[in-house]
């Protein structure tokens, strides 16, 4: 912090970015040294060598794809990139230090959920408006999100060598690398969300209660975030703790009703300091977003984007919804601009791997009575499935919003694709899944 002030005051931006990419390697690597994690130093070596060449290809990406030399696009003009950006400089520019962490009304009232954008203004706060700083914070995210995926492997009675297969398939996860390579806020999302679920499987086998306060400070966290995995998030402790945990109902009835008690109190605290532009607490608009909620995905969702989702259409609307949503059929090459057809490339090699892995899961739901699935797989798949599930009513078709599931359908079968036969065949059907649904959207429709 100290440097970024000094260079920022001197209009040093370049040594600003190399000062950041040293504090992210750093802190890299004494999150894997003093993380009890079980990690062999071949381990060790493999986390950090992923994180110097995702630091590499993060600014490679701002440099060259996404900063467009032909000037039509650039990340302080393209989707996403920009609005988070803008809300970051806003909100660094309307600071000072007495007044730093207040949000300005000319800001708080634009905002559905200001959370990323949040953490960007502090970002930018110390550095200067540079996405450089903004992609290096989310490299760093990324890392720390294949730690937790490790862990959570680990959590749910995988053998080290299975925990090892899920990790390596983490490090290849196509859309990681694009939303960590710019300025999106799921890599964000992706690590708060995945964090509460680690500390979840592990106040059920042992409480802690710094675990439990870690826990609570991030479900409270997904509030700004992303409100609906707030909600999922609720429903999946209840669930997950009658299921999993041991002891009898007394005991787990008390322990949710302090989670009922204590949960309205602090959200209703968040609430206060203005992070969230309406009423978390106010449930009903929920019910009627999910009923006045649009089939969205263009001609492939049968009737056309105009048809709401009810009873009577939702045998067709979702499950056309799903598939379109996982395979995404976009033009292969569409776009104006280079950084548009890059994405268009991403999307599809995300597509590939999430059939890929989907395939694998059912793989492993087959052969469910020939091997070993402990409980905690069983409920990992249960909160993969939720969160696609609740995306498909409440989001647009996108994978940015449903490749949250991946850590979570990874736990469940990372065994049957550390089998190469398996893999192979998981591969083979996912490709041909995309064949079909890529030839009937453009031959049908």
Known sequence: MSFSRAFQDSNLDKLIVVSTVLTVFLLGFI??????????????????????????????????????????????????????????????ASWTWETLGQ??????????????????GILYFITGPLPETGILFNSL?????????????????????????????????P????????????????????????????????????????????????????LGYFIVAVFITFFGYLWISHGNIVKKLKFLLFFVFLLPILVGI???????????????????????????GGRFM????????????????????????MTVPFPWFGGDSLVERFEHLIYHMDSLYFVTVIVACVITYLYRKKILISKERQFLL???????????????????????????FLAYCAPIMAQRKNLITSIYLGMLVIVIVQFFYYTVY
Request: proline share 4%; glycine share 6%.
């Open 382 to 408: 249960f909160i993969g499935l939720i969160l696609f599930s609740a995306s498909l009513v409440t989001s647009y078709p996108t994978h940015r919003y449903i490749d949250v599931c991946i850590p979570f």
């Open 31 to 92: 999150l894997i040294s003093f993380i009890k994690l079980q990690l062999s130093k071949k381990l060790k070596v493999m986390f950090l060598l992923w994180l110097l060449i995702k630091i590499v290809i993060g600014l490679a990406n701002y440099y060259i794809i996404l900063a467009d030399p032909a000037g039509y696009y650039g990340i302080i003009q393209y989707g996403d990139h920009h609005w988070y950006h803008e809300v970051g400089r806003g909100l660094a």
């Open 175 to 226: 859309m990681l690398w694009w939303t960590s390579s710019g300025l999106l806020k799921d890599p964000l999302v992706f690590v708060v969300l995945t964090a509460y679920i680690v500390c979840v499987l592990s106040l059920i086998r042992k409480f802690k209660i710094k675990t439990a306060i870690l826990a609570g400070l991030l479900i409270i966290a997904l509030v700004p975030l992303r």
């Open 302 to 325: 049968v009737e056309g984007s105009s048809q709401q989702i009810n009873l009577q259409n939702i045998w067709y609307a979702l499950p056309a919804k799903s598939i379109y949503i």
């Open 270 to 296: 968040l609430n206060h300091l203005k992070l969230y532009k309406s009423d978390p607490l106010d449930f009903s608009s929920y019910f009627f977003y999910f009923y006045e909620g649009e089939p969205l």
């Open 103 to 120: 949000v300005p009304d000319f800001l708080a009232s634009q905002l559905e959920q200001i959370g990323y954008g949040y953490i960007l």
């Open 141 to 173: 995210l990324a890392f720390i999100l294949c730690i937790l995926g490790y862990k959570l492997f680990l959590l749910s009675g995988l053998e080290t060598r299975y925990a090892g297969t899920g990790l390596l398939s983490l490090f290849l996860f």
